[in-house]
């Protein structure tokens, strides 16, 4: 596993905000394809617990941004 995150950590250091951006839609897409086939009666607890996901991820990311953008301007 740690040589899953050491190559993550390198990929991401020779990226730039254009790369990370494209992985981003491709996620997005594959989180989108993957709900719909979640079945009618499932529906409500996977959305819960994306939205809990979503939230707890978010909203530091915001945050950090926020901090930089702050910096720079």
């Not at 990370?20 to 394809?33: D, H, R, T």
């Not at 079945?39 to 809990?52: C, Q, Y």
């Amino acid at each position: 596993m740690k040589k899953l995150f050491d190559a993550a950590n390198r990929y991401l250091q020779t990226s730039d905000w254009l790369t990370i951006a494209v992985l981003k839609f491709c996620l997005i897409s594959l989180g989108m394809m993957l709900g719909m086939a979640v079945g009618r009666k499932n529906r409500k607890p996977v959305f819960l617990t994306a939205l809990a996901v979503f939230s707890a991820t978010y909203i530091p990311l915001m945050a950090r941004f926020y901090r930089v953008f702050r910096d720079v301007a």
